[in-house]
């Protein structure tokens, strides 16, 4: 239901664009968040855009990653920009239900995930 794409191989400072591509849902009360999950860490929280296209980012990233969303595409983009080797990670894309609430940084609130895409940064 969740299909996430874009990850690769990228040098320290370059860019990269994820997507999420949604699947058609009835309902329109749910956010799209971005997860990462490094090797040997656990998976955090990166960006999340509400049901009202409000976005939420986490301090690592404020400033160089942007989220964005196609309502016609049915896609949520993450543009990361100015990528550290600390960036790199499994990204995932997840949606949840969880209006009013406009966004959350636990992953356990999500209920549709999509496969990880993997980034790496060298230095």
């Known amino acids: 239901q969740l299909q996430a794409s874009g990850g690769g191989l990228v040098q320290a400072g370059e860019s990269l664009r994820l997507a999420c591509v949604v699947s058609?849902?009835?309902?329109?009360?749910?956010?799209i968040g971005w997860f990462r999950q490094a090797p040997g860490k656990e998976r955090e929280g990166v960006s999340c855009?509400?049901?009202?296209?409000?976005?939420y980012y986490a301090d690592s990233v404020k400033g160089r990653f942007t989220i964005s969303k196609d309502n016609i595409k049915g896609t949520v983009y993450l543009q990361m920009n100015s990528l550290k080797p600390e960036d790199t990670a499994v990204y995932y894309c997840?949606?949840?239900?969880?209006?009013?609430?406009?966004?959350?940084?636990?992953?356990?609130?999500?209920?549709?995930w999509g496969q990880g895409t993997l980034v790496t940064v060298s230095s």
């Open positions: 997840a949606l949840g239900f969880f209006y009013p609430k406009s966004y959350s940084w636990y992953s356990r609130e999500y209920d549709y």
């Open positions: 058609v849902y009835t309902r329109n009360d749910y956010a």
């Open positions: 855009i509400s049901h009202d296209g409000s976005t």
